[in-house]
């Protein structure tokens, strides 16, 4: 069975998005969903099955559907984890609504962050056994302490991260396949907090994901950091998101992986 990811298209309220850490620009909605449509067949191209989330078009934000739930492969359960999160902005909080049917129906178990805990799943990285979570303007310490509270029965470390130069930690740092932090040094808080750190030239080159087989889903606008992944063995597979980028989106946002059938 191919993996699967979790999508949601564009709202026609997109271009009212919540800006925090950017000059606000216009956004061209019909772009970008030709945008999305694209990153899409990028995913499906590359073997991925799409899983549509019910649109929820009062929420311009919506899109960035990677906020909403955070989903942990459980090596000590038969069942994988969905968490169910608590959006730190209270115009996306009702984003979640209509995930649970959607993410149970994937035979995950589901836990929920509550009041008065926040979470954004932009703010979780995972990398191997060790979740890092962003504490910054969305993901408050109670959430934080809700997911510790879920996850370390289950074998996992929780490490929270400071973030105050950008929205999440993954709009500074992601993680290549084999574990190695990567960011763009003059956004990260502290890169002395991963065990593996490796800076990139380019904003946007900070944010991948993996496609498995090697291949990596990143931004169009980073070919330096394109071609220093090639040179570590990687095969980047671009997408063009500028409109989703100027509401400090990125390729992470757009989409949550299932990685087990």
């Known amino acids: 069975m191919a993996p ?16 925090t850490h950017l000059d606000r620009e216009p956004v061209d909605v019909d772009l970008a969903t030709k945008q999305w449509d694209a990153y899409s067949e ?7 099955d799409l899983i549509p ?3 929820a078009d009062d929420c311009p934000d919506a899109v ?7 989903v942990f492969h459980m090596l000590d359960s038969f069942r994988d984890l969905a968490v169910i999160t608590r959006p730190g902005a209270d115009a996306r909080k009702p984003e979640t609504g209509g995930l ?19 979470l954004d799943g932009g703010d979780v990285l995972k990398v191997g056994s060790v979740v890092y979570v962003g504490r910054g303007g969305r993901t408050n310490g109670e959430g934080i ?20 130069k950008v929205l999440h930690l993954k709009s500074a740092v992601t993680a290549l396949p084999d574990g190695t932090v990567i960011g763009y040094e003059p956004l990260v808080d502290d890169d002395r907090i991963f065990d593996r ?19 990596l889903l990143m931004a169009a606008d980073a070919p330096r950091s394109a071609e220093l992944f090639r040179d570590l ?20 946002c757009l989409s949550v992986r299932l990685r087990r059938p």
């Not at 649970?100 to 926040?118: A, C, F, K, L, M």
């Not at 750190?197 to 496609?211: A, K, M, N, T, Y």
């Not at 063995?233 to 992470?252: N, R």
């Open 53 to 55: 989330v019910p649109p």
């Open 197 to 215: 750190f490796r800076p990139v030239p380019e904003e946007s080159g900070s944010h991948v994901v993996d496609l498995g087989g090697g291949r």
């Open 145 to 164: 302490r809700q997911l510790r509270a879920i996850l370390e029965p289950h074998g996992m470390l929780v490490v929270a991260v400071p973030v105050t």
């Open 64 to 70: 960035f559907v990677e906020d909403a739930v955070v």
């Open 42 to 48: 990028a995913l499906m191209s590359n073997g991925w």
């Open 100 to 118: 649970e049917p959607i993410v149970t129906g994937q035979r995950y178990s589901v836990e929920h962050i509550v009041e008065p805990g926040t």
């Open 4 to 19: 699967r990811a979790l999508v949601r298209r564009p709202g026609p309220l997109l271009a009212d998005g919540i800006v």
């Open 233 to 252: 063995g990687y095969e980047p597979v671009t997408v063009d998101i500028s409109e989703f980028q100027k509401l400090e989106g990125c390729v992470t």
